[in-house]
């Protein structure tokens, strides 16, 4: 009798999500962050503050740091290339960040990788673009099945 209702509250609520770049991905950023807000995301913002030179490592521990954790359900990481802030978040167990430049990368790494983390490259995605990926990434399961096999396989890896 309650289950229904306790469903329907559920598909409502939306997730946290947690954002966060370097210098070059700020006003990018910025952008994003007002999307997800507008989308009535929750969104903690990890900074950086401003287009000041910043170091990509200090902002992509804390956010893989946080979806490994479970304290948010997903994650948003630029820089310039999108290589450099997807690395360190590489690094933790049970994080797979995915470099997306298109919604169409960006719906198969929720699909086939059950990706937690977008990685975004600033210097080469418009706006548009990179809203459209953040879109699609937060609205797109993960398939598994066979794809459940390799993304086991990941994990082991660690």
């Given at each position: 009798?309650?289950?229904p209702v306790l469903l329907n509250i559920f598909s409502i609520m939306k997730?946290?999500?947690?954002?966060?770049?370097?210098?070059?991905?700020?006003q990018l950023k910025e952008q994003i962050k007002n999307f997800l807000v507008q989308q009535e995301y929750k969104v903690k913002d990890f900074g950086a503050y401003s287009e000041e030179r910043a170091d990509y490592p200090d902002f992509a521990h804390p956010i893989a740091k946080g979806v490994e954790n479970k304290e948010y359900s997903y994650g948003v990481l630029i820089c310039g290339s999108g290589n450099?802030?997807?690395?360190?978040a590489n690094k933790h167990k049970g994080i797979r960040s995915a470099l997306c430049w298109n919604k169409e990368v960006a719906e198969l790494a929720r699909q086939h990788n059950d990706a937690n983390i977008i990685t975004l490259p600033?210097?080469?995605?418009?706006?548009e673009d990179?809203?459209?990926?953040v879109d699609v990434f937060l609205k797109t399961p993960f398939e598994g099945g066979r794809h459940a096999d390799r993304v086991k396989k990941i994990s082991e890896g660690c």
């Open positions: 009798m309650f289950l997730s946290t999500i947690a954002i966060g770049c370097d210098h070059a991905g700020y450099g802030i997807n690395m360190p600033a210097r080469f995605i418009g706006v990179a809203v459209a990926c």
